[in-house]
């Protein structure tokens, strides 16, 4: 059985909820990653940051990234994977949620991130591609809808 273990990105960081939104485009920049997983005080998961929301959400709002913080843009209810869930489990948290990069937890503990690139080289041309119809199908449930 392959794992969300076996097909994570390993070496996934958080950005803690309080660093200001100029810090997480400087990690991703230095990590090469278009999302953080934001921890809370604890090191739980609270939230995604992606490139686009600091671009949108801040950025073309007129708001200086270096006095908002990550936790202020932490949105709606994370969503995860454990490391021993099944690739059958992953494809399936993806798609009923259509989320792009997910964060993979072990012992509470952030351990790796999936990301499409992740699937792609992972699993079967068919379960992609219905990942794929999924995640980016529109309105009439068609992937040129």
């Known amino acids: 059985m ?6 994570m990105h390993r070496g996934a960081q958080w950005i803690p909820a309080h660093e ?25 998961l609270c939230g995604i940051l992606t490139d686009r929301d600091i671009v949108v959400g801040c950025v073309a709002m007129g ?3 270096a006095k908002i913080t990550a936790g202020e ?7 995860w994977i454990d490391s021993d869930a099944d690739v059958g489990e992953v494809l ?6 259509q989320i792009r990069r997910l964060p993979v937890i072990d012992d509470k503990r ?3 991130m ?32």
Request: hydrophobic residues 40%.
């Open 20 to 44: 200001t939104l100029d810090r997480a485009a400087q990690l991703m920049r230095d990590l090469n990653v278009g999302a953080l997983p934001i921890s809370d005080q604890n090191e739980r």
């Open 63 to 65: 708001h200086d990234p």
């Open 110 to 112: 952030l351990v790796g």
């Open 73 to 79: 843009m932490a949105q709606g209810t994370p969503r």
């Open 114 to 145: 999936i990301s499409e690139a992740d699937l792609a080289r992972h699993v079967s041309d068919e379960q992609l591609a219905a990942w794929v119809e999924s995640v980016y199908a529109r309105g009439t449930g068609s992937a040129m809808g």
């Open 2 to 7: 392959t794992t969300a273990g076996d097909i």
């Open 92 to 97: 399936s948290e993806m798609k009923e949620h």
